[in-house]
């Protein structure tokens, strides 16, 4: 789009270049005034696409520091709890990297969204058992807090993967640089120079929107946000437990 804007511009430049001292003053005006808000625009959606990927990364850290919070306090849980836990724990890391891998808003995503929350259930049923056990105990209560605070976690890191830059926001940076760049190409044909120079800066933006899409993209793309934080704390948990069992209370 921005380089077809681009050869318009430099096409309808070359059809008014006989009238090119009655429009370079306000052509000039015009592209200068629109550039300026144009980079405004793509500055702002630049920062939103950031932020976000920033969020992202901090989540993710987030989640996989409370799974292994949890995964410790269970090993203090006593049996047949404990054992039962631990392995849901496991699995739910590796549903929680599916999650990772998944298109947000796709089938699949929904899927693996849903066999997380399935492991949820049947992890807080087997706390509610613990807890009911032995109601005054320290082990028990703790680990009902590290689990709520899991699932927190979790819900939070799922919600930030679709939390996207409005497509409005998208839609303006695009139309708004095919617009002001054509105009641009216009006016540097009136003025006899810098059809490269425009092109490159064509060229230039259109990076920056790729940018900015591939940071929104938290799943696809070149610029991912990272898993290694969940992978390297699934390979600890598959590790013997560090807490001998525990004994019954």
Not at 54 to 72: C, E, F, K, W
């Amino acid at each position: 789009m921005l380089l077809g804007a681009t050869a318009l511009g430099i096409y309808l430049g070359h059809r008014v270049r006989h009238l090119s001292d009655t429009l370079k003053e306000p052509f000039g005006i015009l592209q200068a005034a629109l550039l300026g808000l144009v980079g405004l625009i793509l500055a702002f959606g630049l920062s939103l696409a950031v932020s976000r990927y920033q969020d992202r990364r901090a989540d993710i850290v987030t989640a996989a520091n409370a799974i292994g919070t949890t995964y410790l306090r269970a090993q203090t849980l006593p049996e047949p709890v404990r054992s039962r836990s631990l392995g849901l724990l496991v699995e739910l890391n590796r549903r929680a990297l599916r999650v990772s891998d998944r298109v947000p808003g796709s089938d699949a995503a929904d899927a693996a969204e849903a066999s997380e929350e399935l492991i949820e259930r049947q992890l807080w049923r087997l706390a509610a058992q613990a807890l009911d056990a032995a109601p005054v105990a320290s082990a028990p209560r703790l680990y009902v807090e590290s689990l709520n605070d899991m699932f927190d976690a979790e819900t939070a890191r799922v919600a930030a993967l679709s939390n996207r830059v409005p497509t409005a926001v998208l839609l303006l940076e695009i139309v708004g640089s095919a617009v002001a760049l054509g105009l641009l190409a216009a006016y540097l044909v009136l003025l006899g120079r810098g059809r490269v120079a425009v092109v490159l800066a064509s060229v230039l933006v259109a990076l920056l929107l790729v940018v900015t899409t591939d940071l929104d993209r938290p799943t696809r793309g070149l610029i991912q946000v990272p898993d290694k934080v969940l992978k390297d704390q699934l390979a600890s948990m598959l590790l013997p437990p560090a807490a001998p069992t525990a004994p019954p209370r």
